[in-house]
């Protein structure tokens, strides 16, 4: 997934979490939206923190 980008809707939760944390980790870029805005913002900043790379929305 090297220098793919992928975006997430309802990321903050359950099976868009899941998600991103694996996307995050086979070197995807990740887009991270999702209306609980503080929950989203939570884990787009720790796939920023892992992998320095990632858009929060």
Known sequence: MKDKT????????????AAVL???????????SDIHTLEGEKIGRRNLHSRGQGIIL
Do not use: E
């Not at 992928?6 to 979490?17: N, Q, R």
């Not at 995050?24 to 990740?30: F, I, M, Y």
């Open 6 to 17: 992928v975006i997430i809707t309802g990321a903050a939760s359950g099976i868009g979490k």
């Open 22 to 32: 694996l996307f995050a980790s086979a070197g995807a870029n990740v887009v991270v």
